[in-house]
């Protein structure tokens, strides 16, 4: 369904070295026939533009763009975006929340759970060394999973891991509730939870608050051979304690999919270590064929001059 009605709804100027503008540019045209979508590098009238719609832009690009309505993050982290200094004041931001990204996001997490939980890393070094070696599976009831984050990605994850009939606790900053998952909040419970999860998953927002969460105190507190998931950000974590800590087996295994510094530096001691799964950043994307519907309604929102959904909070930074 598109939204016709829409006559003369203003210009957005996109700007990601990460995603494909025509693609965007079609996604968005196909909801808002009459949106004018131009590339923020080949604008000539800047104070023309209605609505940014940003992925890791470069400093300065709002400065001219004076009459500016709304701020959309083309991905569902913010954290790159929040601390800038060269934001535009009193314009509201939003971030995608769509849920074929969850499902997207779910399925990883899904995947790199029941990888830890079901020995697969142990089967392919036996298969690389020719060796049918028998390990008798664990039931999932006896295996605790804690996800750490329980926002539009976090929850769905949880959802999906609690189905698989893991005991699934999960964490968040405001106490959550979810079928089937043991929810707790705050500070003085990130221990205790931590402490009797085999396998640990980060889904946590980058903000002042979180950032070094895991350091290394807390990676210690995780249980002796427990599994170590992130696919939040690098910065929640100290990764030289990370490595040692798998190094020496505290952790047993990691699937990374984000780190401190991306890409991975080649040559990092993590790439070479047999217990830890890398991916380079994907584990869920912005799917423009879903998200643009959703852009395109908060677009309309603004253009009627109400407040959009899915607002950033700059100042709680998430
Ligand atoms: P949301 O903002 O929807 O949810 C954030 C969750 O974290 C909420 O449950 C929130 O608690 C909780 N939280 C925030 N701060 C704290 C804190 N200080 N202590 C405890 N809990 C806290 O985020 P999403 O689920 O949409 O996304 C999560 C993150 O995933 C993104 O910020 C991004 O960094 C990452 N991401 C990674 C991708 C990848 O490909 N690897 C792709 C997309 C996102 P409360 O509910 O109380 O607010």
């Known amino acids: 369904m598109t939204f016709p009605e829409a006559a003369a709804v203003g210009t957005l100027a996109f700007y990601s070295d990460f995603d494909d503008f025509q693609t ?22 800047p104070e023309e533009i209605d609505y940014a719609m940003v992925w890791k832009p470069p400093q300065g690009i709002f400065e001219r763009m004076t009459n500016l309505r709304l701020i959309i993050n083309l991905g569902a982290g913010v954290d790159s975006l929040v601390g800038r200094d060269d934001l535009p004041g009193n314009i509201p931001i939003t971030r995608i929340t769509d849920p074929q990204m969850s499902r ?5 997490v899904l995947f790199a759970v029941l990888r830890h939980a079901r020995d697969i890393p142990f089967f392919e070094q036996a298969q690389r060394s ?3 070696t028998y390990r008798h599976p664990r039931s999932p009831e006896e295996m605790t999973v804690a996800v750490l984050g329980l926002g539009h990605l976090g ?6 891991i609690q189905r698989q009939g893991f ?5 968040s900053r405001s106490l959550a509730q ?11 419970t990130l221990d205790s939870v931590i402490g009797q999860a085999d396998i640990v998953v980060l889904m946590l927002p980058l903000t002042p608050q979180t950032r070094q969460l895991f350091d290394r105190a807390r990676l210690q507190k995780l249980r002796p051979g427990a599994a170590f998931v992130n696919v939040a950000r690098g910065a929640l974590v100290d990764q030289a304690a990370l490595t040692e800590l798998l190094q020496s ?17 080649a040559g990092d001691a993590l790439w070479g270590m047999p217990n830890v799964l890398i991916t380079p950043h994907l584990a869920s994307v912005a799917i423009p064929s879903s998200s643009a519907r959703q852009i395109a309604a908060n677009i309309l929102r603004v253009s009627a001059g109400e407040l959009p959904d899915n607002i950033v909070e700059p100042s709680r930074g998430y």
């Open 155 to 160: 929850a769905r994850a949880a959802h999906e």
């Open 178 to 188: 979810i079928d089937g998952v043991e929810c707790s909040a705050g500070m003085e």
């Open 130 to 132: 020719g060796q049918w």
């Open 167 to 171: 005991r699934t606790l999960g964490w």
């Open 24 to 45: 965007w540019k079609k996604a968005l045209q196909t909801q808002l026939p009459a949106l004018q979508v131009i590339h923020a590098s080949q604008t000539e009238r």
């Open 249 to 265: 087996g505290h952790i047993g295994a990691a699937t990374l999919d984000v780190f401190e510094r991306e890409p991975l530096p």
């Open 104 to 108: 997207m996001m779910a399925g990883y």
